[in-house]
């Protein structure tokens, strides 16, 4: 396959999307291969009922047995496990959740938009676990500067360490009075709160606030349906000069030639490109290990306002939520686990019908009682990395396309149940502070991976020894080879890490500009 462009980027999410709008911005060709369709969205969208779907609405069986956020009504979204398999062991459960179309994941990410500080950064400087990443909140700041605007991000500024300020539209927006009681419970407790900080519009997304800049430079080309299989490399200068794909619809091979590549294809599809490209770049023996995503504990607790039972809630009672960022391990130190988590919470709506001791009519009469009382909180909890979670190729599972699959092992440890074990009695305590009855409360985390927050596998270091790549996301073993998706992480916190990528992918880009105008390779 032939072209002019001198860049080839593979995915078109979060790390390819920026990495094409910021080198096309730049004056350099880019050719971006992704391995799904361009889903026009105004024209392949159709209502239908739920009696006109085969499945009625559930979806036919083994197509998604690890996404639960999937169902019959956006099953082209996902990605197909049939086709595109993966394994894990029994006792180690892990969620892959995969998009395959134009803009990757970011065409139904929840935009929560948050940035990364130096306790996340420099990590083992605070607690001394694990390793520090090679830049510092300060070298990252003006990349986070530069993305906020292009994607609209609302929030409000509070002056937190542990959540830097950002540019923000202002969130001016008043709370009712439950979600008051609830601040002034976090308050008395020096709990931090704040209003969420959100990317804005319902596709704020890589298909419409990155590529449409990219494409209109005339710099870059997408190929859609592209499966890539692994990278080819000059094996005089070891230097990477292209990749193998294959045609998603009619199978066919092809080669696409490049000066440099930037892989973002989302953390576990990167890494599993460079195992099957002959474990490239890999001299620490770290590709794929300390592999971590962030534990949830969904519905950590419910309550009810007791005010708003029975319809009698007066206006401005519900409605309405926020953030509690960060709070445990930063001036002390807690004795059962390091580091800490945050939450979501709201307030309105109803509580699920599991909750309510009773059945049948009673059941009914109550939940008729409860009809938008209920305040809810979501934990987010960071996860160490760890070596030995990590990924490899099972070359006995192939995919529709005779790619290898991998094989994921990941498991939590004492650290992540501990503090999963804090977020709910904390949470429960505060809802109770508020004046709400607390009706449900659980510590129980969802599997590994169904946040889709997985992260780490080739992350970046200062010691080509212990990491895959430096402090632009360039991989030590190839110069012209670099990878702007989560994979990079040396650590996640509990805050959602797209803001980052995208902010790694600009500055990494940059870098790539300015090694390719100086023409180091």
Known sequence: MKSDHDVLIIGSGAAGGMAAYTLTKLGIKCLMLDAGPAIDFERHRTMKSVADLPFRGFGRPGRFPHVTQASEFDANVWADEKENPYTHAPDEPFYWVRIRSLGGKTTRWGRASWRLSDYEFKCKDHDGFGDNWPVSYKDLAPYYDRVEPIFHVSGRKEGFPQLPDGIFLPDESTDSSSVQRFLGACKKHEVPTTKQRRSQGTLASSVNLLLPDALATGNLTIVPNAVVRELSRDPKSNLVNGAHFIDRLSKRDFHVPARAVVLGASTLESIRILLNSGNFANSSGTLGHYLFDQFYVKNVVTAIVPEAKGGTAPRGLMGG????????NLKTREKKFLRGYSYDFGSGGNPAPRLIPQYGEALLKEMAQLQNTA??????????????????????VKDNWGIPALHISHKYTDNEFEMAKDSMEVAAMLCKEAGFEVLSKHWEMVPPGESIHELGGCRMGSDPKKSVLNAFNQTHDVKNLYVTDGSAFVSGGSQNPTLTILALSMRASEHLADQLKRRTF
């Not at 939520?321 to 445990?328: C, E």
């Open 375 to 396: 305040f809810g909180l979501t934990t987010m909890g960071e996860v160490l990395p760890r070596f030995e979670n990590h990924c490899v190729i099972n070359s006995n």
């Open 321 to 328: 939520g926020g953030y509690i960022a960060r709070f445990r």
